[in-house]
Antibody
Framework: EVHLVESGGGLVQPGGSLRLSCAAS????????MTWVRQAPGKGLEWVSV???????YYADSVKGRFTISRDNSKNTLYLQMNSLRAEDTAVYYC??????????WGQGTLVTVSP | EVVLTQSPDFQSVTPKEKVTITCRAS??????LHWYQQKPDQSPKLLIK???QSFSGVPSRFSGSGSGTDFTLTINSLEAEDAATYFC?????????FGQGTKVEIK
């Protein structure tokens, strides 16, 4: 059974950093494209970043240069390093498996709040 | 960037009624359009992939159609448990984008 568990969210001041983790089970992270999607409170879904199975990484313009997606194959875990955080980055962050570019399974999400 | 526009934004429906949600893309995306259901305080769940293919375990009352720029999600015979927000999503090119969502309420 595919299972994704995010952690690492919390309250951070503007300009600060956080690293989100996503522990996967039931499949191999490195064999799949993996994605981060966020949802601001009461708002819609916004694609943030993807790491392809081959290792290529891509980002939304809104986070390019500030966020870094990576994975640890030995831990079967996906990460999102978030630097220079802004108030508009406040959201629930979901990690998701995305084989063949279809987001088929999502984690439960972790809340990131950027506030003084 | 492909912009996805859903209509309507909100729909109030009685049980057993048919629901139709549309998603229009700002440029042709072939069949690279997927539909998700999100209930309050839950993560989204995949319903339909590649415009018309049902995802494993999804009830047969959910179906999708369309290609190019115009797509439709249909819920036949709505059930109370279908109260949720529905999103379309494209992955035909980067950046991936989502529609703004359609909230379906049960009368």
């Amino acid at each position: 059974e595919v299972h994704l568990v995010e952690s690492g969210g919390g309250l951070v001041q503007p300009g600060g950093s956080l690293r989100l983790s996503c522990a996967a089970s039931g499949f191999t992270v490195s064999s799949n494209h993996m994605t981060w999607v966020r949802q601001a409170p009461g708002k819609g879904l916004e694609w943030v970043s993807v790491i392809y199975s081959g290792g290529s990484t891509y980002y939304a313009d809104s986070v390019k240069g500030r966020f870094t997606i990576s994975r640890d194959n030995s831990k079967n875990t996906l990460y999102l390093q978030m630097n220079s955080l802004r108030a508009e980055d406040t959201a629930v962050y979901y990690c998701a498996r995305s084989p063949a570019a279809i987001i088929d399974y999502w984690g439960q999400g972790t809340l990131v709040t950027v506030s003084p | 960037e492909v912009v996805l526009t859903q209509s309507p934004d909100f729909q109030s429906v009685t049980p057993k009624e048919k629901v139709t949600i549309t998603c229009r893309a700002s440029q042709s995306i072939g069949s690279g359009l997927h539909w998700y259901q999100q209930k309050p305080d839950q993560s989204p769940k995949l319903l339909i992939k590649y415009a018309s293919q049902s995802f494993s375990g999804v009830p047969s009352r959910f179906s999708g159609s369309g290609s190019g720029t115009d797509f439709t999600l249909t819920i036949n015979s709505l059930e109370a448990e279908d109260a949720a927000t529905y999103f379309c999503h494209h992955s035909s090119s980067l950046p991936w984008t989502f529609g703004q969502g359609t909230k379906v309420e049960i009368k």
